[in-house]
């Protein structure tokens, strides 16, 4: 969740765009949040965002006058101290630092009262073995609450002759579309309302060897 000195700010929606093959995924994230303290003046909100143990983030968009701006990269105590002195100025501004493990703090500033506020974050993963002859990647994220929108776009580079690719998940209507033997591209395109966010998995089948190549 995103945490302001107010309490934690709502999560109106997560949008999860996915690429998948060769033994690599590219996954994008993004989140639209709502300050729904009203009365209390702008707040700077903190966010602890997890990721699969093989991930690194690649990218990350802060939405400014409508428009998802992208972040630069920088030594760590010199984009806190940046970051400090934006806020103290009234400046809109945001970092993204590992705090443990693979987990990552965003801090945002500022979230004005009734105000929405869209947040992008890019990583790359290896696909992780996952039982007999699968491999994958977990999103892991979870809401407790409903969101007005989740939805998934996924895109997975597969060999037509190869078994279809999975999901493991509580959305009992999220899978993968037949694959296209032109193209060996299998796709998930789903937009759900006012449903909770609980963790995907998504799996391809990997294959033995003699098997024909996947190419994309």
Request: net charge negative.
């Amino acid at each position: 969740a995103l945490k302001s000195g107010d309490g934690e700010l709502e999560l109106r929606c997560v949008d999860v765009a996915a690429s998948l093959g060769s033994g690599v995924s590219r996954v994008e994230v993004l989140m639209t949040f709502f300050n729904q303290y009203q009365g209390s003046g702008s707040v700077e909100g903190e966010l602890d965002f997890p990721l699969p143990e093989s991930a690194t983030v690649c990218g990350y968009s802060l939405e400014v006058e409508g428009h998802l701006v992208p972040a630069s990269i920088v030594e760590k105590e010199k984009a806190r101290v940046a970051f400090e002195e934006e806020v103290r100025s009234g400046n809109q501004a945001s970092l993204v630092e590992v705090v443990k493990g693979n987990s990552f703090k965003v801090r945002v500033y500022p979230l004005r009262p009734r105000e929405e506020k869209r947040v992008l974050v890019s990583f790359v993963s290896d696909l992780e073995p996952f039982g007999d002859n699968l491999a994958g990647i977990l999103i892991p994220f979870k809401s407790a609450n409903p969101l007005a929108r989740v939805s998934f776009n996924v895109q997975a580079y597969t060999h037509p002759l190869l078994p279809l690719p999975k999901v493991i998940s509580n959305f009992s209507d999220l899978h993968f579309s037949p694959v296209d033997k032109s193209t060996g591209l299998s796709t998930i395109s789903k937009e759900m309302t006012n449903v909770n966010l609980d963790t995907v998995h998504l799996l391809l089948p990997v294959p033995t060897p003699g098997s024909p190549p996947v190419v994309h």
